[in-house]
């Protein structure tokens, strides 16, 4: 959910977070030998690994791992016998931290009688995100077969049950039925005629993919209309980004959106089998290689001001060797105090879950407050957080909370006000049209307003809330 507080008068209130690294998923198949089906590890998923409807398919677990150039293998790894095997995870589309980067997408394909509106898929406009795989022929052969990996929409890869009553364009990479070769494409699904002819767009590289481990690294810019599409192999060490003139790949895909993923293998003769590893998908590049940047990987760091307090937190993908965060704070940015230590919630400090963590600051200053933390390692060894920022002045209204988000048919606002007013409410979708408008009286003190949305659509919004020295803009998810 995001804010945005224009107040005119003697109360701001604003965050500035420097951004970090953030892991939307990972898996990297640690799991005990047998099937994958039915496995839940990683992190980021909103389901177990299942088989499509397509084919019944329980790929095994191997060991072990594999480990590449730029991406270090965690535990064993998956491997795809071929046959047309295929096996897919739905992705957790409920954390907030990740809405911007998220829409709710109706089924452009589907006719009026079965339109389907599935609910929340990454790919807004003007955001960028990346993934990273190892990948691995574990058959030497001349065998034409395609192996990789599908970003799809919709439960269960339903296409295959549905056919193109819930049809969407799929984007497509690893290597392809008719090279051998790396490849990216846009494709449609089943042939449906209501998607445009472009979205069969296939490019193919001069690198095959061979019996040693691939690193395969794709970035995705999602833009009004075309998507643009970079893919990189066995990238250099390091934290930092290829440019994007190096690509292997670069080309523009259909618009598209994605919430699962879809891994498998298959060929049309012969006995072509691949091997993955170390799924990631993130919002910058350190989050799917390997990188020494923090021996914790941060998924957010975040403050809010309530009516008397600060508070801070923040939540980890993995963790390291961790001791503790020591909380610190400083009113101009450069000089920090430590205020508290926050113990690592992993065991020995070591952690490949999510882990939630948060502080309050109960003697917060009146004007800046600017906070890190400081992680401290077994071994001593300390690294800094980014940075965040909390600015507060008192006596005028704001808002605490607005829940839940997503909502399906009130919407409560919590709130301060010093004293009692009257509020103009506002509710605009994202073509900028209001679609509800109304006054509300604002009592004193700390209150709670409930808002009736059950008669709009499906959708993101904006509610701008207008006191006579504030204005407030907030963002929230209709289901």
């Given at each position: 959910?995001?804010?945005?507080?224009?107040?005119?008068?003697?109360?701001?209130?604003?965050?500035?977070?420097?951004?970090?690294?953030?892991?939307?998923?990972?898996?990297?198949?640690?799991?005990?030998?047998?099937?994958?089906?039915?496995?839940?590890?990683?992190?980021?998923?909103?389901?177990?690994?299942?088989?499509?409807?397509?084919?019944?398919?329980?790929?095994?677990?191997?060991?072990?791992?594999?480990?590449?150039?730029?991406?270090?293998?965690?535990?064993?790894?998956?491997?795809?016998?071929?046959?047309?095997?295929?096996?897919?995870?739905?992705?957790?589309?409920?954390?907030?931290?990740?809405?911007?980067?998220?829409?709710?997408?109706?089924?452009?394909?589907?006719?009026?009688?079965?339109?389907?509106?599935?609910?929340?898929?990454?790919?807004?406009?003007?955001?960028?995100?990346?993934?990273?795989?190892?990948?691995?022929?574990?058959?030497?052969?001349?065998?034409?077969?395609?192996?990789?990996?599908?970003?799809?929409?919709?439960?269960?890869?339903?296409?295959?049950?549905?056919?193109?009553?819930?049809?969407?364009?799929?984007?497509?990479?690893?290597?392809?039925?008719?090279?051998?070769?790396?490849?990216?494409?846009?494709?449609?699904?089943?042939?449906?005629?209501?998607?445009?002819?472009?979205?069969?767009?296939?490019?193919?590289?001069?690198?095959?993919?061979?019996?040693?481990?691939?690193?395969?690294?794709?970035?995705?810019?999602?833009?009004?209309?075309?998507?643009?599409?970079?893919?990189?192999?066995?990238?250099?060490?390091?934290?930092?980004?290829?440019?994007?003139?190096?690509?292997?790949?670069?080309?523009?895909?259909?618009?598209?959106?994605?919430?699962?993923?879809?891994?498998?293998?298959?060929?049309?003769?012969?006995?072509?089998?691949?091997?993955?590893?170390?799924?990631?998908?993130?919002?910058?590049?350190?989050?799917?290689?390997?990188?020494?940047?923090?021996?914790?990987?941060?998924?957010?760091?975040?403050?809010?001001?309530?009516?008397?307090?600060?508070?801070?937190?923040?939540?980890?993908?993995?963790?390291?060797?961790?001791?503790?965060?020591?909380?610190?704070?400083?009113?101009?940015?450069?000089?920090?105090?430590?205020?508290?230590?926050?113990?690592?919630?992993?065991?020995?400090g070591n952690s490949q879950n999510v882990l939630r963590y948060s502080y309050t600051d109960t003697k917060p200053v009146a004007s800046n407050n600017y906070y890190r933390l400081r992680q401290v390692n077994n071994n001593g060894n300390v690294v800094y957080s980014s940075?965040?920022?909390?600015?507060?002045?008192?006596?005028?209204?704001?808002?605490?909370?607005?829940?839940?988000?997503?909502?399906?048919?009130?919407?409560?606002?919590?709130?301060?006000?010093?004293?009692?007013?009257?509020?103009?409410?506002?509710?605009?979708?994202?073509?900028?049209?209001?679609?509800?408008?109304?006054?509300?009286?604002?009592?004193?003190?700390?209150?709670?307003?409930?808002?009736?949305?059950?008669?709009?659509?499906?959708?993101?919004?904006?509610?701008?809330?207008?006191?006579?020295?504030?204005?407030?803009?907030?963002?929230?998810?209709?289901?």
């Amino acid at each position: 959910m995001k804010k945005h507080f224009i107040c005119l008068a003697v109360f701001i209130f604003s965050i500035a977070v420097v951004a970090s690294a953030q892991l939307i998923a990972s898996e990297n198949f640690n799991y005990a030998a047998g099937t994958i089906v039915g496995q839940n590890g990683g992190t980021g998923w909103g389901t177990p690994w299942q088989t499509t409807p397509f084919n019944i398919s329980n790929t095994s677990i191997v060991n072990p791992g594999l480990s590449g150039p730029n991406i270090a293998g965690i535990g064993n790894s998956n491997h795809q016998p071929g046959s047309d095997f295929r096996n897919f995870r739905m992705l957790d589309t409920s954390n907030a931290a990740f809405f911007p980067y998220m829409d709710y997408t109706g089924d452009a394909g589907a006719t009026a009688s079965t339109n389907y509106l599935w609910g929340r898929a990454f790919g807004a406009n003007n955001t960028t995100i990346w993934f990273g795989m190892l990948m691995r022929k574990t058959v030497a052969s001349a065998n034409i077969g395609y192996g990789g990996m599908h970003l799809m929409y919709g439960y269960n890869l339903a296409f295959d049950q549905y056919g193109d009553k819930r049809a969407h364009q799929r984007f497509q990479f690893g290597t392809d039925n008719n090279s051998p070769s790396f490849f990216m494409a846009s494709r449609t699904i089943n042939g449906n005629p209501n998607l445009p002819a472009a979205c069969g767009a296939t490019v193919r590289s001069n690198v095959q993919a061979t019996t040693t481990a691939n690193t395969l690294i794709y970035r995705i810019d999602f833009k009004p209309g075309a998507e643009r599409v970079f893919m990189w192999t066995d990238p250099a060490p390091g934290c930092t980004a290829p440019d994007t003139n190096s690509a292997l790949i670069k080309m523009n895909v259909c618009d598209f959106r994605f919430n699962a993923v879809n891994i498998g293998a298959g060929t049309f003769s012969g006995n072509v089998q691949y091997d993955f590893d170390e799924l990631r998908i993130g919002l910058t590049y350190p989050d799917v290689v390997t990188c020494s940047i923090l021996p914790v990987t941060f998924i957010d760091f975040s403050g809010t001001a309530e009516e008397k307090n600060n508070l801070l937190q923040w939540s980890t993908a993995t963790e390291s060797n961790n001791n503790y965060f020591a909380v610190e704070r400083s009113a101009d940015g450069s000089n920090f105090i430590q205020l508290a230590v926050v113990a690592s919630a992993a065991p020995d400090g070591n952690s490949q879950n999510v882990l939630r963590y948060s502080y309050t600051d109960t003697k917060p200053v009146a004007s800046n407050n600017y906070y890190r933390l400081r992680q401290v390692n077994n071994n001593g060894n300390v690294v800094y957080s980014s940075v965040i920022k909390i600015t507060r002045k008192e006596n005028t209204f704001f808002i605490n909370t607005v829940a839940p988000n997503p909502v399906a048919d009130k919407l409560t606002l919590s709130y301060y006000a010093p004293q009692s007013t009257v509020a103009n409410i506002s509710v605009s979708d994202v073509t900028g049209r209001i679609v509800l408008l109304k006054k509300e009286n604002i009592i004193s003190g700390t209150q709670s307003l409930p808002l009736n949305i059950s008669g709009l659509s499906k959708g993101k919004y904006f509610l701008k809330i207008i006191t006579p020295n504030c204005v407030q803009s907030l963002q929230f998810f209709k289901q």
